[in-house]
């Protein structure tokens, strides 16, 4: 028999969303639902700064721009997300970036929630490594290193 461990992931609630609680209520119900547990949870506040850094790969896009704008519009809430398969659990859960996309795809929280393709709603971890360093930049006393 074998036996499967929970992985980590980080989620992010952007702006948009988080500035509405029962919008907040609303996906932290979707999350339990699917079967997450969730470790840690905090309301963030970032500069342009802190955005340009953590978007950092997608600097000259024609995006970058817009998108740490928008993320330092406001408060948004980080979560560590657990449970087997946790990246991509969550990352199916948020659905496509595109917004167009995410409309098409039946039950996805950016479907339902996801203003445009920048103002998208959510962010998912899209690997084990961005796991792992997304956790630590917003959590450090939860970091899986070591």
């Excluded at 203003?115 to 959590?139: L, Q, Y």
């Amino acid at each position: 028999m074998t036996t499967m461990t929970a992985a980590r992931t980080l989620a992010l609630i952007k702006p948009s969303v988080a500035a509405n609680p029962h919008l907040v209520d609303t996906v932290r119900a979707r999350v339990r639902a699917e079967g997450f547990a969730v470790k840690a949870e905090r309301v963030v506040q970032w500069n342009l700064d802190d955005a340009r850094r953590f978007y950092r790969q997608h600097e000259g896009r024609f995006f970058y721009k817009r998108l740490c704008g928008y993320m330092a519009s406001g408060p948004f809430v980080a979560m560590i997300l657990e449970k087997e398969n946790a990246i991509s659990d969550w990352r199916k859960l948020i659905g496509p970036t595109r917004s167009i996309a995410a409309r098409l795809e039946s039950g996805s929280l950016r479907g339902d929630m996801a203003v445009s393709d920048t103002r998208n709603a959510f962010h998912g971890s899209d690997s084990v490594n961005s796991a792992r360093e997304e956790i630590e930049m917003f959590f450090p006393e939860e970091s899986t290193a070591g």
